[in-house]
């Protein structure tokens, strides 16, 4: 299997969550998939392939690391780094949009504001975050912070 359809396979296989998260946010299936640590733990699993081709089998380039602009940048020229990254957006990404999922339920926050910020999530990050606790400050369902209904540290 080439990069390329690697690439486009582990797009295909978060696509069922998220259509679960805005379609069926409070079904059993998307407690079961969505909610549970299936995603998680398989795309960590595939991570852990990618990084492994990137560290341990030498798919890298000369100077990659953590430690400059130019060091992770050239982490990324090349499949294995870039595969690893992408993976890495991807789980995280659906992690914020299951928490935005779990937290419009508890808040009873509506479609027409949950939507927006998971999708915006799944395209954009953070950007769906902000969008998300923007409209339910400006609903009354909850400010900034990111703690449970009724709990404020």
Do not use: C
């Not at 914020?96 to 939507?115: C, E, M, P, T």
């Not at 799944?122 to 912070?145: E, H, K, N, S």
């Not at 990111?146 to 540290?153: F, K, T, W």
């Amino acid at each position: 299997m080439s990069d390329a359809q690697i690439y486009i396979g582990i797009n295909a296989l978060v696509l069922p969550a998220w259509i679960l998260l805005v379609f069926l946010p409070g079904a059993g299936l998307t407690r079961r998939l969505v909610h549970s640590g299936l995603y998680p733990i398989v795309f960590g699993l595939i991570y852990i392939v990618f990084i492994s081709r990137a560290l341990v089998f030498g798919e890298t380039v000369e100077g990659t690391g953590f430690g400059s602009l130019e060091a992770v940048m050239k982490a990324f020229d090349t499949p294995a780094g870039l595969l690893t990254g992408w993976t890495h957006y991807l789980v995280f990404d659906l992690f914020v949009g299951a928490w935005i999922g779990r937290d419009a339920l508890a808040r009873n926050v509506s479609h027409f504001v949950r939507v927006p910020g998971q999708v915006g999530s799944f395209i954009l990050g953070p950007v769906g975050l902000l969008v998300y606790l923007a409209g339910r400050w400006l609903t009354g369902r909850g400010g900034f912070f990111l703690d449970a209904p009724g709990h404020r540290g």
